[in-house]
């Protein structure tokens, strides 16, 4: 499939960049809307495309991705194109380097046609952010109703593949910035164990809970993306086993099926409005064999830990670790500096502020005794209390619910007004797997239904969400209306008011 003109060549088009000549990438100039693209989800294009699929050709290769397009998060890096991570402050952070997933895709013959838009910083930067608005590349919208929120910190990705852009992208996660965009943009989302892919040359938020991940139209799609970035990179400590607990993710699907299979239904994390989809599912589920076991609370620990001031923490430390690595172009060096720089930019603090970025400048280290407590007491209570604890007490092969709730309006004056809901916080602070798949949607925007398990269970996950997906039939794909109000369905009921 030869790449889009419309779209992929808009580089020839879009003459408002702040690309420097000759550089070989375009970032287009914030708020700019590339041609083709309604929900704003592209940052930038990479313009080798063409010849990275003359070259994927003439090579010969064969396998499930070879000559496939696909988009990557603009925290991660790829040779030729900046990492901006959203911030002007890496506007120049063009290093030259492949981050090694990247490096995986290349071999897998994928073909990397661009960057997709963020939240900036992945979401860290401030209590009142926006999710999917970018300094860089302003505000992604929701293919559903382009006056909802995409949900972050991968809402481009999740946006992107949702409106038919490229059926795969890379997203991150952190604390549901896969399996939120994924859920609330109508597509398939993955978040690995923490350690299944590399996180290096990934602007990073947090060692003990980032992860980069597949986004994508279907399951098959998303198994055979992990197949091809999962694995030990030398660079990341905590990919150790990789090799050792990979397996080829898109064979393993052959035969799923949910017949005789035990799923925990998360009741004390469902609701926010998902409740007639979710029963839907259920339905689908029960009708393919498996049976429901209800699980009312989650037990445990009777307050969760505080983890955000272990994220703070995680992230002054990695980041300031990564600035040093960047290019001398890069003036900003330490997280210090990138709060100076803020400062001194109208845009970067014209819509919300730095609260979580001055809060992590104020902590103690990866030393420090309360981190390591909060961090400790985090993972056992996520994980070990937590997922595996539930696994085992109720006898179930792996724990279901929603994922999260429907999309909200996009707010620039009081920040992301997020209703709350679902279970991925605890795979997220344990690092174990997330699946989600569309499950319905709520009043035309969709939501997901979760599939979570113990470490290293992605095979399992995936066989389960692909029975699931199978057995739900097609997905209705996204309409670009203005509002859910606008709707065909909706619009004729709203237009006449009833006067007294």
Known sequence: MKISRSLFACSLVVTATTAAAGQGWTIFAPGAQVPGDRTNAILAIDPTATEQEANVAASGMRGRLVGKHILIKDNIEVAGMPTTAGSLALKDNNTGRDAPLITRLRAAGMVIVGKTNLSEWANIRDNASISGWSAVGGQTRNPYALDRDPCGSSSGSGAAVAAGITNYAIGTETNGSITCPASINGIVGLKPSVGLVSRTRIVPISVTQDTAGPMTRTVREAAELLTAIAGTDPADPATVEADSRKVDYATALIGASLKGKRLGLMRFASGFGTDKALDQALAVLRAQGAEIVEIKELGGAKEEPKQLPVLLTEFKVGLNAYLATTPPAVKTRTLADVIAFNKADPRE????????????????????????????????????????????????????????????????????????????????????????????????????????????????????????????????????????????????????????
């Not at 005794?369 to 092969?397: C, M, T």
């Not at 692909?466 to 065909?488: T, V, W």
């Open 349 to 500: 603090l014209a819509l919300f502020g730095q609260d979580l970025f001055e809060k992590a400048e104020a902590t103690k280290g990866l030393s420090d005794p309360d981190y390591i407590k909060a961090r400790d007491e985090g993972i056992a209570y996520a994980g070990i209390n937590g997922i595996d604890r539930l696994l085992r007490d109720n006898k179930v092969d792996a724990l279901i619910g929603p994922t999260e709730s429907a999309a909200w309006l996009i707010d620039a004056v009081h920040g992301d007004q997020y209703p709350g809901g679902g279970a991925g916080y605890l795979a997220a602070i344990a690092g174990y797997p997330h699946l989600t798949v569309p499950m319905g949607l709520v009043k035309g925007l969709p939501v997901g239904l979760s599939f979570i398990g113990p470490k290293w269970s992605e095979a399992e996950l995936l066989r389960l969400g692909y029975a699931y997906e199978q057995a739900r039939g097609p997905f209705p794909g996204p309409r670009f209306l203005p509002s859910i109000e606008q709707a065909p369905e909706i619009a004729p009921l709203l237009e006449k008011p009833v006067r007294r």
